[in-house]
């Protein structure tokens, strides 16, 4: 891989762990033991680069992986393991990402604005500017929970290209706008591409990414199946998809369920042995590698999971609070209560009334 790329993704998961409720996933936050969950991985081991001025494409069926992946690299959630290096400042535009229901369109200009490290002043001057853009009428004064798919994609997207970032990332936000805002979209997206920004363009349609993108990457079910020149890698999905609709709908029910269990039987750990082996296999000499892969792997990431000594201190400092919050509510010094913990359990017999 060169070294004067825009993006750099090597070797990046991404696990979900498939709880039924919300109360599980907290029990299993803080639990001492480790209850088996089942696991899905929507990123299986996924390497590409993105060199500055160039529009990525990614194409895939649904529930490939195509959003996860242009989420991580757009910092919105992290990796599970693996090295993502974006040299520069991100925009994603997604149908309502990032946009906060309970504040008007109006409130979110700001406030994303904001977030991306503008002043009030500049805000202030791009405001009208945005607002024209969005084509969302009075509408920029009414909470965006209220608003439709088509008008919080609009409202998005004019957002993300004003703040004028070095990658701008379009996640399928232009599959759900009218004809003039679609014009609209692209003629801003060439203004991008014309001043060298790096762009990625995710999307199902493929007349789109074969007028816009200058390379594509096509993930197949969280791995990466195909990367190379956009007409080379469009005909090769095409094949795909054509080869996809000619099956019965209980083959297709079958591939579909073949490919959703590779996914959940991953082997994170047989994964890495197999990029060590071919590491070693480049550099026999390296004696290092294995303690390479691992930093690689796990080196850039923070843990989703509570580590067990983090789980035992937390279970003991909520123990001392509530031990704490008895001795204040009995109403006799902590001495007293250390010395004779029954008066917790009855303190009126204790207590002088006078």
């Not at 160039?54 to 959003?67: D, Q, R």
């Not at 001795?327 to 007293?336: F, I, M």
Request: charged share 25%.
């Amino acid at each position: 891989m060169s070294e004067d790329y825009k993006i750099k993704v090597e070797n990046v998961t991404k696990e979900y762990e498939l709880f039924k409720t919300q109360s599980e996933k907290l029990k299993s936050f803080f639990a001492i033991k480790n209850k088996k969950v089942p696991h899905f991985w929507s990123l299986m081991g996924v390497s590409l680069e993105v060199m500055p001025g160039e529009t990525l494409g990614l194409i895939g069926v649904n529930g490939s992986g195509k959003s996860t992946l242009s989420n991580i690299i757009s910092g919105i959630i992290p990796q599970t393991t693996g090295k993502v290096d974006v040299r520069g400042d991100t925009s994603i535009v997604a149908i309502s990402a990032g946009l906060r229901g309970n504040l008007t369109g109006r409130e979110n200009i700001r406030l994303k604005s904001l977030m991306q490290g503008l002043t009030n002043h500049e805000i202030d001057e791009m405001m009208p500017e945005i607002i024209s853009f969005a084509d969302i009428g009075d509408f920029v004064d009414q909470p965006v929970k209220s608003y439709s798919s088509g008008m919080k994609s609009r409202l998005g997207f004019a957002i993300a290209v004003h703040i004028n970032p070095d990658i701008l990332i379009i996640d399928e936000a232009l599959s759900v706008g009218d004809d003039t805002f679609y014009e609209r979209c692209l003629e801003k997206i060439n203004e991008f591409k014309a001043a060298g920004k790096t762009i990625i363009f995710v999307s199902h349609s493929l007349k789109q990414i074969e007028l816009m993108c200058d390379k594509v990457a096509w993930i197949n079910y969280g791995q990466l199946k195909m990367i190379g020149e956009t007409s080379e890698v469009v005909a090769e999905y095409r094949k795909f998809t054509k080869w996809f609709k000619g099956m019965t709908k209980k083959e297709k029910k079958k591939f579909q369920k073949d490919q959703k269990n590779i996914q959940k039987n991953f082997d994170i750990k047989a994964y890495q042995e197999q990029v060590t082996k071919e590491k070693m296999a480049e550099n026999p000499n390296d004696k290092n590698i294995p303690a390479k892969v691992n930093k690689l792997f796990y080196g850039n990431v923070l843990s989703e999971k509570m580590p067990m000594i983090t789980k035992i201190f937390t279970g003991l400092v909520l123990v001392a609070l509530v031990f704490v919050c008895l001795v204040n509510v009995s109403g006799h010094p902590l001495t007293s209560v250390l010395s004779d913990p029954s008066l917790l359990l009855h303190p009126e017999m204790h207590l002088n009334i006078k």
